[in-house]
């Protein structure tokens, strides 16, 4: 069974930064495309950041050159670090193996406020 866990979100300022963490289990992680979406309350999920097993990366227009989506295979796990955190960026946080699909973790809530 593949299992998801997402962490590291939280309550930030406009401007502020913080790293996603998702662990993954029960896959071979290291042969997989991995990808964060998010969902905020009112909209559709987003595809927000993707990167291959080789390292390929690919992001939103909308988090562009502020999120920096990385792996560590070692430890089955994919970050996303956020950079100049916006309001819009609040949302649930989740991660998704592109190859197997049908998996979702809990979920991360990043809250962008004043």
């Known amino acids: 069974q593949v299992q998801l866990v997402e962490s590291g979100g939280g309550l930030v300022q406009p401007g502020g930064s913080l790293r996603l963490s998702c662990a993954a289990s029960?896959?071979?992680?290291?042969?997989?495309?991995m990808d964060w979406y998010r969902q905020a309350p009112g909209m559709q999920r987003e595809l927000v950041a993707t990167?291959?097993?080789?390292?390929?990366?690919n992001y939103a227009d909308s988090v562009k050159g502020r999120f920096t989506i990385s792996r560590d295979n070692a430890k089955n796990t994919v970050y996303l670090q956020m950079n100049n955190l916006k309001p819009e960026d609040t949302a649930v946080y989740r991660c998704?193996?592109?190859?197997?699909?049908?998996?979702w973790g809990q979920g991360t809530q990043v809250t962008v406020s004043s």
């Open positions: 029960g896959t071979m992680f290291r042969i997989y495309t």
């Open positions: 990167i291959t097993s080789g390292g390929s990366t």
């Open positions: 998704h193996i592109r190859e197997v699909g049908d998996y």
